[in-house]
């Protein structure tokens, strides 16, 4: 992973932490720190008490505690310090980013047909676009849509690869044919996004891109929402047969919903209130709801309405609050 950062032993880490606490003891009791962090007394206090007894949750609120009492003693030092917008939040690798990248990577690799599958704001769009930043030459992303037609489709790969004028007029053969021998000329693989919105009256756009597959040899990756899974096994409407390409598909992953950990590090940087960030994990981790999109959007929502301030969790009921009646108004 790039890096600029010095690199730490975690056992100084820990030391430096243990101690930090240690001394505020000075100002605080234990169970007054230990609520504010949102721990129990007795995880705290063996915390500082037993030098291996720890865990990255204990850290986290150690941390962003630590960070609080230090903008107390320095408030100059605020200024600048917290990350304040959401474009400032770094590419996490989330079990899911890894396992859409392993999928895209094995099909680069051996020109395969694959498929990432998983709910709404799992972070499907954002896996492919820093893969494609790591290769950007050698991938092309069209995103399908539901007034999609197989020209169009056409039309786009074509865009994407350059030819767009020649593939413009011509029966749907030459034109596929034109792109077959481009890219067995120059060889990209293509992502389809979105790729459930392409299936709604027929398969013959899937269709279209096995024999591009087939034709040109180049790896083609369908993402999209769990019903591009039953789409391919049985059909949009159960009758039209999608298994020939099924059968072809080397590489397929099912994402699943964001980790604890992960969520936290999402978070990190940003100036939060230990229970407001507490409820954003909630958010974050809800098996209906959840997800990267909805973090982001409650986060996003927080940041504005604090303006600068740290994130209560009153900030984070109001900013879920106000997600809730849009969604309802959609
Ligand atoms: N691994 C990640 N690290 C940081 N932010 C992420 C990550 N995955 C997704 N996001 C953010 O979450 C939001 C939803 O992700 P997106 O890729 O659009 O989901 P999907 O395509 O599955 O609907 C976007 O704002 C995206 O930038
Ligand atoms: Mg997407």
Redesign the pocket.
């Known amino acids: 992973m790039p890096n600029a950062l010095p690199h730490f032993d975690h056992n100084e880490i820990l030391v430096e932490l243990k101690q930090s606490i240690l001394n505020l003891k000075e100002k605080y009791t234990v169970n007054e720190m230990a609520n504010t962090m949102g721990l129990s007394r007795s995880t705290l206090s063996r915390f500082i008490n037993e030098p291996d007894y720890t865990s990255r949750d204990i850290e986290q609120r150690v941390k962003s505690f630590l960070n609080q009492e230090f903008h107390k003693v320095n408030p100059a030092a605020s200024i600048g310090h917290y990350k304040s917008s ?1 474009s400032e ?6 079990q ?2 890894i396992q859409a990248s392993a999928v895209l990577s094995g099909c680069m690799e051996y020109r395969d047909l694959g498929v990432i599958i ?10 492919v676009q820093e893969f494609m930043k790591k290769h950007p030459h050698s991938v092309i992303r069209i995103e399908g849509d539901d007034m999609m037609s197989t020209r169009d489709l056409i039309e786009e790969i074509g865009n994407e690869l350059g030819i767009g004028e020649e593939v413009r007029y011509g029966t749907t053969r030459d034109r596929v044919r034109k792109i077959v021998r481009r890219l067995s000329q120059d060889p990209v693989m293509i992502v389809v ?1 979105e790729a459930d919105r392409l299936v709604n009256y027929s398969v013959k756009k899937l269709e279209m891109l096995r024999t591009i597959h087939d034709q040109a040899k180049v790896a083609i990756v369908l993402v999209g929402l769990p019903k591009l899974g039953t789409f391919l096994q049985r059909g949009p409407s159960m009758r039209e047969n999608l298994s020939q390409l099924y059968s072809r598909v080397g590489f397929i992953v099912n994402l699943g919903g964001l980790r604890r950990e992960e969520v936290m590090e ?1 978070l990190a940087g940003y100036n939060i209130e230990n229970n407001a960030r507490d409820e954003l994990i909630r958010i974050a981790l809800d098996k209906e709801r959840g ?3 909805a ?2 959007k409650a986060l996003r929502r927080s940041l504005d309405l604090t303006d600068g301030h740290p994130i209560t969790l009153e900030v984070v009921m109001e900013a879920k609050r106000m997600l809730l009646l849009e969604r309802s108004r959609h």
């Open positions: 959401i939040m770094g590419f996490v690798p989330t899911n980013a998983g709910p709404a704001g799992s972070g499907k769009t954002r896996s996004d999402m997800g990267c999109r973090l982001v």
